[in-house]
T-cell receptor, first 116, second 113 residues
Framework: AQSVTQLDSQVPVFEEAPVELRCNYS??????LFWYVQYPNQGLQLLLK??????LVKGINGFEAEFNKSQTSFHLRKPSVHISDTAEYFC??????????????FGQGTTLQVKP | NAGVTQTPKFRVLKTGQSMTLLCAQD?????MYWYRQDPGMGLRLIHY???????AKGEVPDGYNVSRLKKQNFLLGLESAAPSQTSVYFC????????????FGSGTRLTVV
């Protein structure tokens, strides 16, 4: 069965420091991977996605993620975070039967807390 | 361009009451979804639709019903609200079933007392 595990529920980091948010997945379907961001009291926004090709994917707001098939991981990184990056981040993978339905399975979420 | 609009934004229900959450999108998307978000559990799929007039069950459908009579609208109904349905509900839509990704609404915070 398809599943997504976000290994850290909370990640505190100081402003301008680098950060990595970890995501591991298991999937028997074609691998498309997504990261979404949810700012406080808002809906989720698409941050970036991996479809095929280059394993390093760049997204909005300076974030990037690397697809690693052998490790079944899709970790999100940013070299220097800002206070405004404080948010909850979700990794997502297509669910069973998703080729005709578009269903996504979301991880539990990682709260990134950027401190001044 | 409004994207995905959810109404209402907040609601408090008494146990046993019913209500309908409305999701409207103006992007001509075929695919629409209802998720609930609970602390530490991420988002869980309640029901979804792959086109006008179609609906299907997701991961946690019990106690909910949906309808998609018009392409742009996806309604989520609670027949008899229970405290376990206290949650934040998100609607999302997508252009295709694979690579496009979702556009989310801003959510409805529902409390059942």
């Amino acid at each position: 069965a398809q599943s997504v595990t976000q290994l850290d529920s909370q990640v505190p980091v100081f402003e301008e420091a680098p950060v990595e948010l970890r995501c591991n997945y298991s999937s028997s379907v074609s691998v498309y991977l997504f990261w979404y961001v949810q700012y406080p009291n808002q809906g989720l926004q698409l941050l970036l996605k991996y479809l095929s090709g280059s394993t390093l994917v760049k997204g909005i707001n300076g974030f990037e993620a690397e697809f690693n098939k052998s490790q079944t991981s899709f970790h999100l990184r940013k070299p220097s975070v800002h206070i405004s990056d404080t948010a909850e981040y979700f990794c997502a993978v297509p669910g069973r039967g998703s080729s005709n339905t578009g269903k996504l399975i979301f991880g539990q979420g990682t709260t990134l807390q950027v401190k001044p | 361009n409004a994207g995905v609009t959810q109404t209402p934004k907040f609601r408090v229900l008494k146990t046993g009451q019913s209500m309908t959450l409305l999701c409207a999108q103006d992007m001509n998307h075929e695919y629409m979804y209802w998720y609930r978000q609970d602390p530490g559990m991420g988002l869980r799929l309640i029901h979804y639709s792959v086109g006008e007039g179609t609906t299907a069950k997701g991961e946690v459908p019990d106690g909910y019903n949906v309808s998609r009579l018009k392409k742009q609208n996806f309604l989520l109904g609670l027949e008899s609200a229970a405290p376990s349905q206290t949650s934040v509900y998100f609607c999302a839509s997508s252009y295709d079933a694979s690579t496009y990704g979702y556009t989310f609404g801003s959510g409805t915070r529902l409390t059942v007392v």
